[in-house]
Nanobody
Framework: VQLQASGGGLVQPGGSLRLSCTAS????????MGWYRQAPGKERESVAT???????NYADSVKGRFTISGDSAKYTVWLQSNSLKPEDTAVYFC???????????????WGQGTQVTVSS
């Protein structure tokens, strides 16, 4: 299973970015997908996740500014990031909990990371 992420870049404070991530490979189903981020010198933290039942969860620091959505049939998740702040600067990693077979418990997969820099 591979996760391909895109959409990072440099944006001014107050600007917006849309990240996307698509999973491919041997997939029976994906129970949840989302985004984590890691800033220099800090631990990786959860930003937003969405389950295959469309339940979402957000970090307090991004509530009201970021929106996660997904298409379970396409194994794709998007993160619309608005009102970006310098403290949102980090490498953003796509995440998915994938079951490869009907009897499998599943495991976590990670994308390669995409840099988001918020700076004037």
């Amino acid at each position: 299973v591979q996760l391909q992420a895109s959409g990072g870049g440099l944006v001014q404070p107050g600007g917006s970015l849309r990240l996307s991530c698509t999973a491919s490979g041997t997939i029976f189903d994906i129970t949840n997908m989302g985004w984590y981020r890691q800033a220099p010198g800090k631990e990786r933290e959860s930003v937003a996740t969405v389950t295959n039942a469309a339940r979402t969860n957000y970090a307090d620091s991004v509530k009201g500014r970021f929106t996660i959505s997904g298409d379970s049939a396409k194994y794709t998740v998007w993160l619309q990031s608005n009102s970006l702040k310098p403290e949102d600067t980090a490498v953003y990693f796509c995440y998915a909990w994938v079951r490869e077979t009907v009897r499998g418990l599943g495991r976590a997969y990670w994308g390669q990371g995409t840099q988001v820099t918020v700076s004037s």
